[in-house]
Nanobody
Framework: QVQLVESGGGLVQAGGSLRLSCVAS????????MGWFRQAPGKEREFVAT???????????YYADFVKGRFTISRDNAKNTVFLQMNRLKPEDTAVYYC?????????????????WGQGTQVTVSS
């Protein structure tokens, strides 16, 4: 079992920044890939970013097109934590943000590839 707890959400003006954190417990954090997803009111949950486990070439990251250049995913295995640095926020980024763990370690854009989920943290961007 893996337990995930997100934090760092809040209310911010457009153009501002937030840093989300997700602390994992229960299994060896470095063994699995992590992802961030979001769900806006009335919409389906969508992929935001993913980061793999450390391979021979280091970690790999992948982003949804709508966050490329604005958001950065990173991980600190010593702290069992994955981060999502969000810059230049837009009102359309308003959503509940979820972190998720993928035990295969390769990262994925589909939510069905992830086995464990946090409870979510609300991000609200005002115009």
């Amino acid at each position: 079992q893996v337990q995930l707890v997100e934090s760092g959400g809040g209310l911010v003006q457009a153009g501002g920044s937030l840093r989300l954190s997700c602390v994992a417990s229960g299994r060896t954090f470095s063994d699995y890939a992590m992802g961030w997803f979001r769900q806006a009111p009335g919409k389906e949950r969508e992929f935001v970013a993913t980061i793999t486990t450390h391979g021979w070439s280091g970690v790999q990251t992948y982003y949804a097109d709508f966050v490329k250049g604005r958001f950065t995913i990173s991980r600190d295995n010593a702290k069992n934590t994955v981060f999502l640095q969000m810059n230049r926020l837009k009102p359309e980024d308003t959503a509940v943000y979820y972190c998720a763990a993928q035990l295969e370690g390769r990262g994925a854009t589909s939510e069905y590839e992830y086995s464990y989920w946090g409870q979510g943290t609300q991000v609200t961007v005002s115009s």
